[in-house]
């Protein structure tokens, strides 16, 4: 009876061990948040946001949404493409500086990783040129 008790004890701590180790994907972008300042009216500004794979199975990117049509983004390497652990990738917003306003937009990534959505945030003010 012991024995049983012990062999069980075993396999119950080994199952509760391998569940809490965690190997998702998971990326580090060296910055979520990007500040533009002062940006003229009618001229595009893009920053790309880089990011590494910083767990043990491959990210897989697979879908990058913007909330307006005002901010386009692109990703390398492209959707869907596996990212392995210790490579980079890098998503570029552009935002289109038409109406002279302070912005604040944001894109959701979904992915594989640990953490499954993340938002990428750019701001900054678009001034209108002198003399319009």
């Known amino acids: 009876m012991k024995k049983i008790l012990l062999l069980c004890s075993v396999i ?3 199952v509760a061990f391998t569940a809490m180790q965690d190997n998702k994907a998971e990326f580090k972008f060296n910055e979520e948040t990007h500040d533009f300042g002062k940006i003229p009216q009618g001229k595009p500004v893009s920053f790309v946001f880089k990011y590494t794979n910083t767990g043990a ?7 990058v949404e913007s909330t307006c049509g ?19 990738g890098s998503i570029t917003l552009t935002y289109n ?6 912005f604040n937009k944001f894109v959701k990534i979904t992915s594989n990783s640990k ?11 678009v001034v209108a040129e002198v003399g319009e």
């Not at 199975?57 to 879908?63: D, F, H, N, S």
């Not at 005002?70 to 980079?88: A, F, M, N, R, Y």
């Open 12 to 14: 119950i701590g080994f």
């Open 57 to 63: 199975e491959p990210l897989i990117i697979t879908a």
């Open 70 to 88: 005002c901010t386009v983004p692109s990703i390398e390497p492209k959707q869907g493409t596996p990212v392995l652990k210790g490579q980079s």
């Open 97 to 102: 500086a038409a109406v002279a306003a302070p």
């Open 115 to 125: 953490t499954p959505l993340k938002m990428l945030y750019i701001k900054g003010e």
